[in-house]
């Protein structure tokens, strides 16, 4: 299709249709400007598969999309911690959405879990921005790359599902740099998303989808974002302030209600018609970036075989084995006795969850059907269910699983979470999975203890209940459509579980830090824990946890040597990371090495370490490779808040790679001399921090009286007084100081 003029558009477009372009026709077509030769843009979710209306269908029957391959959820897919893999999912998914017309996947979503209550928490990646940031860069890109555009979402700072469309986000500016926008910025910056979403909740009292520093200085001015802004569905409350906030799509269609809004807000004068244009500019733009991509793309191809195979693949890399007694898996297909299976998991999958990223997939694999395919009637497979999933205690059903469990060699239960207990739209009570599930598994772990336990859920799930009663446990996600095969395939060991955790495994839920204050009022939720959000948490405070953050076995064993680390220039904070893993065991495999800093002389309070780079290695038995890993600025850098900037502060950092946060295997110690803008001297200033500078004694001694006696006041007695404003101090040892006078020596000291 041939590409418009974007200037030539927008000069001829009328006010009318500039206000409709940007409001949304349905709830997944815009308006385009037919006559101007601009064609409509769709939009669908996403972001594990494509969610594709029928045109004129009820938007209320969310679930009778056109069948399309359902890929492992976010949760299980930033357990590769692969982004090449992602790239593969984007590039499927691109194709999937080309073949049904869709010009913007709704996806990735990036939002960092707070909370394991969080009942999208399977739609996100991680708990840590950097992981979530690289994961979603592969993803867009292999999207985007395919033609479609990418929107990430939600931004920003909705972090659970109670009031999202009221709750305030109470959260500081510190926090919000560390933690809750770094992933946005990283795709941002890496992977040139065509859009990114505004969220439905307001932060620190402004709504998402209006908020000038958020979606202009922030997003625009510092991150050079060239896409455009579209709000979640619903998300704006003020067309017109959004306009001018630097929101440019309204999403879905308001019947003409926004676009008339505009309209009259610009005849009014109330909104200047130029931040309409720039939003309409910016929508123009993308489009003509879709419209040429599809160009030299050809006609699109969906190829739903090859997206189940992918599927399939991907549910095996994302599987993490937390617990491996014994070596109990991989089982033998072929082996001696009777394999139970039991759960009706096994034969009814929990593959994804509910709300606006459900799919129709094309094809459902049972893990019950693909191991008894896997067998192959070399050993007996006998099935019972075990338990209903309306959580319904059932003693026939248990006593027969059990039974079951007693007359077999092996046995594989399948647990988890139902539909039921997690989707969009609500947040979980727990994380304990159904008493029902847990005591069928006392009863079948009474009855044999050869257990390996797979499990299907979307947020985390207390683990330790199933790991008194289970030999191995292998974490299976929310897996997609082809999860019963990879089931199969991790099982047998035809496939090598390579997933490790994107997110910490608590004890208890009241361990988690945001306990407390999640999900706050309707109003307004707190972000009191800061940054300490996961394994920052759990590591700071030295708490037991069920799996730490990166954690995963295999079935193989890996050995780290070799760490070097160079710093080409001491002045300048960047490091360059070199280590080898080995496979020491006697099975292919994959290794997620982790590399994590730590600030050993912060003034500011920083998490005991982060994760800063990270890379899947694939190994031979006996193989080695060696893995090199760049550290930039930022990788030391915290958010000051004096400084209002990135700062590296002189003196040591402690770099440690290893398999999880708290299985380090190397360290190494780096040491910078980074010059370190001073901050002026100030009248809150303390008295320390006045002695502290040359400059701040030479204007106290200059200033004579009780000033200069300053400088003489020895250490007891600065202990008690070293952390008084210098203002205070003088008001309170010479009340006869002037205001003039203090002036005069903040001048001096900054002069
Ligand atoms: C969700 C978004 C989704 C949109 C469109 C909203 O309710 O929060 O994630 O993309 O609906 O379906």
């Known amino acids: 299709m041939a590409v418009f003029d974007l200037e030539s558009v927008l000069s001829r477009m009328t006010l009318a249709e500039k206000a409709?372009?940007?409001?949304?026709?349905?709830?997944?077509?815009?308006?385009?400007?037919?006559?101007?030769?601009?064609?409509?843009?769709?939009?669908?979710?996403?972001?594990?598969?494509?969610?594709?209306l029928a045109d004129g269908a009820d938007p209320r029957d969310l679930y009778n999309a056109a069948p399309a391959t359902a890929f492992p959820t976010a949760s299980?897919?930033?357990?590769?911690?692969?982004?090449?893999?992602?790239?593969?999912?984007?590039?499927?998914?691109?194709?999937?959405?080309?073949?049904?017309?869709?010009?913007?996947?709704?996806?990735?979503?990036?939002?960092?879990?707070?909370?394991?209550?969080c009942g999208r928490?399977?739609?996100?990646?991680?708990?840590?921005?950097?992981?979530?940031?690289?994961?979603?860069?592969?993803?867009?890109?292999?999207l985007q790359r395919g033609g479609v555009g990418a929107s990430v979402k939600h931004f920003a700072a909705n972090n659970q599902e109670t009031s999202r469309m009221q709750v305030s986000a109470e959260v500081d500016e510190r926090t919000l740099r560390e933690i809750y926008l770094p992933a946005f910025e990283r795709v941002v910056k890496q992977a040139r998303p065509a859009t990114v979403m505004a969220s439905y909740n307001r932060i620190n009292g402004i709504w998402a989808a209006q908020h000038e520093w958020l979606l202009t200085q922030v997003l625009r001015d510092e991150w050079g974002f060239d896409g455009f802004v579209v709000s979640d569905w619903g998300a704006v409350t003020d067309s017109v302030a959004s306009v001018r906030a630097g929101l440019d799509l309204e999403m879905p269609g308001t019947a003409g209600r926004s676009a008339a809004v505009l309209t009259e807000a610009v005849g009014a004068g109330v909104l200047d018609e130029a931040a309409l244009d720039r939003a309409v500019a910016r929508i123009l733009e993308v489009t003509a970036r879709l419209l040429s991509a599809g160009d030299t793309l050809g006609p699109p191809r969906a190829d739903h075989a090859l997206g189940h195979a992918l599927a399939r693949r991907v549910a095996a890399e994302s599987a993490v084995l937390l617990t491996n007694g014994d070596r109990f898996l991989p089982l033998d297909p072929a082996g001696q006795g009777t394999l139970a299976v039991i759960g009706e998991f096994a034969r009814t999958p929990r593959f994804q969850g509910g709300g606006s990223s459900h799919v129709k997939p094309t094809r459902l694999e049972a893990a019950l059907d693909e191991i008894r395919a896997a067998v192959g009637g070399q050993r007996e497979?006998?099935?019972?269910?075990?338990?209903?999933?309306?959580g319904a205690a059932d003693q026939e059903l248990?006593?027969?699983?059990?039974?079951?469990?007693?007359?077999?060699?092996?046995?594989?239960?399948?647990?988890?979470?139902?539909?039921?207990?997690?989707?969009?739209?609500?947040?979980?009570?727990?994380?304990?999975?159904?008493?029902?599930?847990?005591?069928?598994?006392?009863?079948?772990?009474?009855?044999?203890?050869?257990?390996?336990?797979v499990l299907s859920n979307g947020g985390v799930v207390a683990t330790r209940p199933v790991?008194?009663?289970?030999?191995?446990?292998?974490?299976?996600?929310?897996?997609?459509?082809?999860?019963?095969?990879?089931a199969a395939d991790?099982?047998?060991?035809?496939?090598?579980?390579?997933?490790?955790?994107?997110?910490?495994?608590?004890?208890?839920?009241?361990?988690?830090?945001?306990?407390?204050?999640?999900?706050?009022?309707?109003?307004?939720?707190?972000?009191?824990?800061?940054?300490?959000?996961?394994?920052?948490?759990?590591?700071?405070?030295?708490?037991?946890?069920?799996?730490?953050?990166?954690?995963?076995?295999?079935?193989?064993?890996?050995?780290?040597?070799?760490?070097?680390?160079?710093?080409?220039?001491p002045a300048r904070p960047e490091a360059v990371v070199t280590f080898t893993v080995s496979n020491t065991g006697q099975r292919p495999g994959a290794e997620v090495a982790q590399v994590y800093v730590t600030d050993v002389e912060a003034s500011a309070d920083r998490p005991e370490r982060e994760l800063k780079a990270f890379r899947k290695v694939r190994l031979a038995p006996g193989e080695s490779r060696t893995v090199e890993l760049t550290l930039t600025m930022r990788d030391f850098a915290f958010?000051?808040?004096?400084?209002?900037?990135?700062?590296?502060?002189?003196?040591?950092?402690?770099?440690?790679?290893?398999?999880?946060?708290?299985?380090?295997?190397?360290?190494?110690?780096?040491?910078?001399?980074?010059?370190?803008?001073?901050?002026?001297?100030?009248?809150?200033?303390?008295?320390?921090?006045?002695?502290?500078?040359?400059?701040?004694?030479?204007a106290l001694a200059a200033a004579g009286n009780e000033a200069a006696r300053l400088l003489g006041v020895d250490g007891e007695i600065m202990t008690l007084i070293g952390g008084i404003p210098i203002k205070r101090m003088l008001t309170l040892a010479q009340p006869g100081t002037t205001d003039e006078g203090l002036e005069q020596l903040v001048e001096r000291a900054n002069a």
């Open 467 to 486: 790991e008194r009663h289970a030999l191995a446990v292998l974490e299976m996600w929310l897996g997609g459509q082809a999860a019963g095969g990879a």
């Open 76 to 117: 299980a897919t930033a357990c590769s911690w692969d982004p090449e893999l992602l790239q593969e999912i984007g590039a499927a998914l691109a194709a999937e959405s080309r073949a049904v017309g869709v010009d913007i996947l709704l996806g990735p979503g990036v939002n960092i879990k707070r909370s394991p209550l």
């Open 490 to 569: 991790l099982l047998f060991g035809t496939a090598e579980p390579a997933g490790r955790l994107a997110e910490t495994i608590p004890l208890a839920l009241t361990d988690n830090p945001s306990y407390i204050s999640f999900p706050g009022t309707v109003e307004r939720v707190s972000y009191g824990e800061r940054h300490y959000v996961g394994y920052r948490w759990y590591d700071k405070t030295a708490r037991e946890v069920a799996h730490p953050f990166g954690h995963g076995l295999s079935y193989t064993t890996f050995g780290y040597s070799g760490l070097r680390v160079s710093v080409p220039d």
């Open 121 to 142: 928490n399977f739609e996100y990646f991680s708990e840590d921005p950097v992981l979530a940031g690289e994961l979603a860069s592969g993803w867009v890109r292999g």
């Open 381 to 390: 497979v006998r099935f019972a269910p075990g338990f209903r999933l309306d």
């Open 20 to 52: 409709s372009f940007v409001t949304g026709v349905t709830v997944q077509d815009t308006a385009g400007v037919p006559r101007l030769g601009v064609p409509a843009l769709v939009l669908c979710d996403g972001p594990h598969g494509v969610r594709r």
């Open 639 to 698: 958010w000051d808040e004096r400084r209002h900037g990135w700062t590296v502060e002189p003196g040591a950092f402690h770099i440690a790679v290893g398999a999880s946060s708290r299985d380090l295997r190397l360290t190494a110690t780096v040491e910078f001399n980074v010059p370190l803008t001073a901050l002026p001297l100030t009248l809150e200033s303390t008295v320390t921090e006045w002695l502290g500078r040359p400059a701040g004694r030479d």
């Open 398 to 453: 248990l006593e027969e699983a059990a039974t079951a469990a007693g007359a077999a060699a092996d046995v594989v239960v399948f647990l988890g979470l139902p539909d039921s207990e997690e989707s969009e739209g609500f947040d979980r009570a727990s994380i304990d999975l159904p008493a029902v599930q847990l005591d069928v598994l006392h009863a079948v772990a009474a009855a044999n203890p050869r257990v390996a336990v």
